[in-house]
């Protein structure tokens, strides 16, 4: 879930910059999990204009994205574009299962570029509305680690009432009125291999 938010914020500049609609993809676990089921859409609203994905499935890609005309969007090095092919938009898990949650059997181009997610004005010169209404991508377009000028988009990610209620109730029943400190802790081997990759680093995956 960690990376799949920090992608988000960074998406959520990408479609800011290029004056698209946002489409909110689904989270991802061992299914399509709604945006809305762990955060509010409204608080998300106040940042730019959304759509759920679930709702542009039903209501908009009928008429703006229908099979025939849904195109996978790719980025590849320079040098490996003039011999590739296809995007591979279904290809392996958890591809293939989020697109077919959503509805969508195939697509029917792969549209394959090399330009940076902060080019936005290439970006607009290259794939103007008119001729390509909606930008369907094999990856989030943003940078990871986050970068320090998305991370103030958090603030507009709020926990839906249903999350909110089981964080609070949990807190009562734990802590009742002590306070705590909450850590995120990576355990195990994976902890052993985050502090063996951060020797030099004053800000590590930050």
Known sequence: FGNQADHFLGAMSFAKNLNRTLVVPPFRTYKNVPYKE???????????????AEEFMLYVAPEHWPPDQRYGFCWLPSHMLPTATDCQM????????F???????RF????????????YSVWQARFPPDKYPVIALKGAP?????RSYDRPNQKYMELSASVSDQVERYINETFGAEPFVGIHLRNAEDWVNACKHSAGFTSYMS
């Open 90 to 97: 279904k290809h392996g898990n958890p591809s293939e299962s």
């Open 142 to 146: 943003a940078h990871y680690p986050v």
């Open 38 to 52: 762990w955060f509010r859409l409204d608080k998300l609203a106040e940042y730019h204009r959304i759509i759920p």
């Open 108 to 119: 029917v181009k792969s549209v394959i570029h090399d330009i940076d997610v902060d080019d």
């Open 99 to 105: 697109w077919s949650e959503l509805g969508v059997e």
